[in-house]
């Protein structure tokens, strides 16, 4: 593999950032690496955490001010503190989307973000940084496809935080087509600072979900065998089947299978990557499940364990 202390995977919303940095992990995590992802919603995080996010929006402009000013020096922290440890670190979302986003629902221009993208850049050099770039020539085909498979839960995320940005209080937010004119700007931007980042960098377009040959390309790239994942225990899936409840949030979800592997039922499906004995990591996010049996091995629970906020940590066979 090639020498690097820190692997940035960005894009667009739903361009495949958080499957692909996940996919990485757990490959490297399998061959004896020391990794660590970050994923873009997990708090505590390196940079963002996602409940310092909101903090920042609810203050509106000088939240976010002061939520960016403390983002730099966080990755000079996250610098310093991998390249001690000599630890690979792998962030998904957190310079394109996240800070890039940031700036521009502040308001700023073009060439003051490439700056302090590059400002950034120069604050990770020491640990040879990767970025790995997922763009989309139909940024609008993207995004509509992208609320689709993801349905109304997506549109409405995109809305509980842009609407409380600089942005979002002088536009008009009522539909898709309003955010799909931001993230067609936020994408010439990344574009812009894409082309000027001076450090070793790879591009895909994405738009046609070609997973196996963007896998393969970023292998190439990285130096890697072929993105291998866990193989799924073939007996007895079923065990696994049915609907889990909280008992005290009275939510509920679905594990599936089809006959070759477990998901959660969507939208959209999530598949579930076996860890060890009962245990599964879900596809694209930080949070793995280990089914409980009773005494006489039938499945009667699982438990949740992850960085999320709000996540329940035991949910009832039903």
């Known amino acids: 593999m090639i020498d690097t202390n820190l692997i940035l995977v960005d894009g667009l919303p739903g361009s495949g950032k958080s499957t692909t940095a996940q996919r990485m992990f757990l490959h490297l995590i399998n061959n004896g690496y020391d990794v660590r992802w970050y ?89 040879q940084p990767t970025l790995i770039y997922f763009y989309q020539t139909d940024v609008a085909g993207a995004l509509r496809r992208t609320a689709a498979e993801r349905g109304e839960e997506f549109v409405a995320l995109l809305a509980h935080r842009l609407a409380r940005t600089p942005y979002g209080k002088e536009n008009n937010l009522d539909s898709l087509e309003a955010f799909i004119a931001f993230f067609e700007g936020q994408q010439a931007t990344t574009d812009s600072l894409y082309t000027a980042w001076g450090l070793r960098k790879l591009a895909i377009e994405s738009s046609a979900g070609n997973w196996d040959r963007s896998l393969n390309q970023i292998a190439q790239f990285l130096g890697l065998s072929a993105l291998e994942l866990p193989v799924t225990p073939a007996d007895n899936l079923d065990d696994f089947c049915g609907a889990y409840q909280d008992q005290a949030a009275a939510d509920s979800f679905v594990v599936m299978t089809d006959d070759k592997n477990l998901y959660l039922e969507g939208p959209p499906p999530a598949r579930l990557f076996h860890k060890a004995d009962s245990s599964f990591y879900v596809e694209a996010l930080c949070i793995e499940l280990s089914f409980c049996r009773n005494a006489q091995g039938s499945v009667v629970a699982l438990e949740c364990v992850g960085n999320l906020p709000n996540l329940s940590k035991m949910w009832t066979k039903v």
């Open 39 to 127: 994923y873009e919603h997990e708090t505590p995080h390196p940079i963002y955490g996602y409940d310092k996010i909101e903090t920042a929006l609810d203050q509106g402009a000088p939240g976010l001010h002061a939520l960016l000013k403390q983002a730099t020096e966080n990755w000079r922290g996250l610098a310093e503190s991998v390249g001690v440890n000599s630890q690979i670190a792998i962030l998904d979302g957190a310079l394109f989307q996240t800070t890039v986003g940031l700036l521009r629902s502040l308001r700023r221009d073009e060439a003051t973000i490439t700056s302090e993208g590059l400002y950034i850049a120069e604050l990770l050099r020491p640990l």
